[in-house]
């Protein structure tokens, strides 16, 4: 079935510097790509999208890009500050299966920042 | 402010109950949803719901039921079927066609 992973489940950084968080999926007939940001004891929070004509979108001190040839994808955080410490979510919507199109998550990347 | 409230925050249960889990929007959405997030894992799918009266399982349903009568309410009962009910619960919606999720804050349940 279709999945999406996430490359490693931790990430340290040192403030200021950037950061970036790796995704890979599994189905090529995927249209739809979104990153989100947890916080301990919250709801996920929308963080940017892109949709699969794109190979990349910039949103405030954040950019994903999408490699369709590999199926990969990356949220790249720009001059990363204590409060990018998170956890980071990925999740992909394919066009057929997996509930009705309905998105499909990673299982996150815990972001930590060093100050 | 528009947005998904979810009630209880905490919520403890003894083994063999049933419990309610609130999940109201006033975002006008058509589409709610159910998610279930165990420590480590990833945003699992329990229900989901396009229109009012209708509602379709997802990857985990088992040992849950939902009900949809109304737009803005998409309440969660977590029965005494479910072998491992203690989770965080995430309630979301969206307009329908648009890939973007709205989450609540969360519910998280304990069995004692």
């Known amino acids: 079935g279709e999945s999406v992973g996430l490359h490693l489940p931790t990430l340290s950084v040192q403030e200021g510097d950037n950061s970036i968080i790796n995704c890979a999926y599994s189905?090529?007939?995927?249209?739809?790509f979104i990153w989100y940001k947890q916080e301990s004891g919250k709801g996920p929070q929308f963080i940017i999208d892109i949709r699969s004509n794109m190979d990349k979108r910039q949103g405030q001190r954040v950019t994903v890009l999408l490699n369709k040839t590999v199926k990969h994808l990356s949220l790249q955080i720009a001059a990363t500050q204590p409060g990018d410490s998170a956890v980071y979510f990925c999740?992909?919507?394919?066009?057929?299966?997996?509930?009705?199109?309905?998105?499909?998550f990673g299982k996150g990347t815990k972001l930590s920042v060093k100050p | 402010d528009g947005g998904i409230t979810q009630s209880p925050k905490y919520l403890f249960r003894k083994e063999g109950q049933n419990v309610t889990l609130s999940c109201e929007q006033n975002?006008?959405?058509?589409?709610m949803y159910w998610y279930r997030q165990d420590p480590g894992q990833g945003l699992r799918l329990i229900y989901y719901s396009q229109i009012v009266n209708d509602f379709q399982k997802g990857d985990i349903a088992e040992g849950y039921s939902v009900s949809r009568e109304k737009k803005e309410s998409f309440p969660l009962t977590v029965t005494s079927a479910q072998k491992n009910p203690t989770a965080f619960y995430l309630c979301?919606?969206?307009?329908?066609?648009?890939?973007?999720?709205?989450f609540g804050e969360g519910s998280r349940l304990t069995v004692l």
């Open positions: 189905n090529s007939a995927s249209d739809y």
């Open positions: 999740a992909a919507r394919f066009k057929s299966g997996g509930s009705q199109g309905n998105l499909i």
């Open positions: 975002l006008n959405h058509d589409a």
């Open positions: 979301a919606s969206s307009i329908i066609g648009d890939g973007e999720l709205f």
